[in-house]
């Protein structure tokens, strides 16, 4: 009882850090009260670098996203618009612009998913609910995290399904019951539509070596079945896609030039480098594609390099959540490429649960389902 309280003690001081770390970062302003104003949206992408190649006046994504989004849901071609990210979470934003009258209220309820989600996941690996609460806090705290509350992104509710994606992989396990499986082959198909889908593999090959490991060769030949439902996830979320007069080919000849975007797009920064661990340990990444220039994170916690060495250790020595194999898989694939810390939005969260899991298991002899 000693040793949990103390625990508990801890993570509420790292609760109060976060607070007081990000507490800048809340925009107590009109931002969920403004009027959606699509004239403004429609004049600032016109002038931006996606009509004007030379122009100087970008956009960020989440801007380009919000007007995707709403001139999807006012019936404009998809393909016209964005067409390389898929559009369930453009979709989301466009309804809550144009049916709510305001984009960010999007961002608001993603977070609540975000963090529910991430709860009911931490409740079922730890089998402690004040723990787990706490972790969520920690979690929604992280300034990563609030920045993406105020902010027309997707990686929130990406992280959302993810969170559900594992949940249902480990209640598979825990029932026995095969429906588990293809609940989460939706949630698969769930996070295909929001994002390129290559960014499913880290997910998928998680999947695979959990089953591989528990030697489940039942589990994962429904996995694999599973995946029929997940494209047809995909396949149905291009809904206004095919109400153009498109057919199955279209959407394939899409899906390919989604694919050459995406990949011909960051050749020449695909390659091993150390900018993962250059914004893990020291708070700086490279800014410019030839990975010379270095740039501060404004977010970096000291916490990142603490919990990144705890969390690895634990999930090398400890492959019995899908969870831990995500954290060493999604953390290999950031040493290729141009590493960002939204990605870390996917990763920091289980850095979390991991290292508080492998206290537990140290302190407490407690023994998450297997």
Request: glycine letters at 4%.
């Amino acid at each position: 009882m000693k040793n949990k309280n103390l625990l508990i003690i801890v993570l509420s001081f790292l609760i109060l850090f976060n607070f007081f770390h990000s507490f800048k970062l809340f925009e107590f302003n009109k931002i969920f009260i403004n009027k959606f104003n699509i004239k403004m949206y429609e004049k600032r992408y016109n002038e931006s670098q996606w009509v004007i190649s030379e122009s100087q006046n970008s956009i960020g994504d989440d801007f380009l996203y919000a007007y995707a989004g709403a001139k999807y849901v006012l019936g404009t071609d998809p393909i016209l618009i964005n067409s390389e990210t898929p559009p369930l979470g453009k979709n989301l934003i466009g309804l809550s612009a144009i049916y709510l009258g305001n984009e960010y209220l999007f961002s608001m309820f993603s977070g609540l998913f975000a963090l529910i989600t991430f709860y009911l996941l931490c409740k079922q690996v730890i089998k402690d609910k004040l723990v787990s609460l706490l972790l969520t806090l920690l979690a929604g705290l992280e300034p990563l995290f609030v920045v993406n509350y105020f902010a027309t992104l997707l990686d929130l509710l990406l992280f959302g399904f993810l969170n559900l994606f594992f949940l249902f992989l480990i209640k598979y396990r825990e029932n026995n019951k095969f429906i588990f499986i293809y609940v989460s082959g939706i949630m698969l198909g769930l996070i295909m539509s929001i994002k390129f889908f290559a960014l499913v593999l880290p997910a998928f090959a998680s999947a695979v070596l959990y089953l591989v490991f528990k030697k489940d060769l039942k589990g994962l030949i429904h996995f694999t079945l599973s995946t029929i439902l997940s494209f047809f996830i995909l396949t149905i979320n291009y809904f206004q896609f095919f109400s153009k007069g498109r057919n199955l080919m279209d959407f394939l000849k899409l899906q390919k030039y989604i694919y050459i975007f995406h990949t011909e797009g960051r050749k020449a920064t695909i390659r091993l480098n150390d900018s993962f661990l250059k914004l893990m340990f020291t708070g700086h990444f490279y800014s410019d594609p030839d990975l010379k220039k270095l740039s501060p994170e404004n977010h970096f916690s000291f916490l990142w390099p603490i919990f990144f060495l705890i969390g690895i250790i634990k999930s090398i020595i400890d492959t019995s959540s899908p969870l831990f194999i995500w954290i060493i898989i999604y953390s290999l694939s950031q040493f290729f490429g141009f590493t960002n810390a939204r990605y870390l939005i996917l990763l920091l969260p289980y850095l979390y649960l991991a290292t508080i899991d492998i206290i537990l298991k140290c302190q407490f002899g407690k023994k998450q389902f297997s």
